[in-house]
């Protein structure tokens, strides 16, 4: 059974506003020690690559903005190449792409609902 791709974008949406949510406050020296932090913001950015893998293409074109593969692409990288995380990259996606993103797609809803 296919779901809903509103679904999809809700965690979407869910999910980058509880990573966002969780490194408020944080300097960028606490966040590489602050281990639950660290590893929360993780988790929601696993799931923000997992709903977007789930965002039909034709919907995906409507927010060209969002980078829909390396989404997908930093989810496959959190899961199977756990190992090398580099905190550096998390820190720039956690504090530059998803408070950008945040808008588009609550816009991306809006027009579909």
Known sequence: ???DPLLYLDEL????????QFGEGLERADYRTGVMAFEAILRQIEIIGEAASHVPPNIQARASEIPWRNLVGMRNHLI??????????VWSVLHDKL???IP???KLIEELS
């Open 104 to 106: 588009v797609v609550k």
């Open 13 to 20: 949406l869910k999910a980058a506003c509880l990573a966002c």
């Open 99 to 101: 408070p950008a993103m």
């Open 80 to 89: 199977h190449g756990y190992f090398a995380i580099d905190a550096d990259i």
């Open 1 to 3: 059974m296919l779901r």
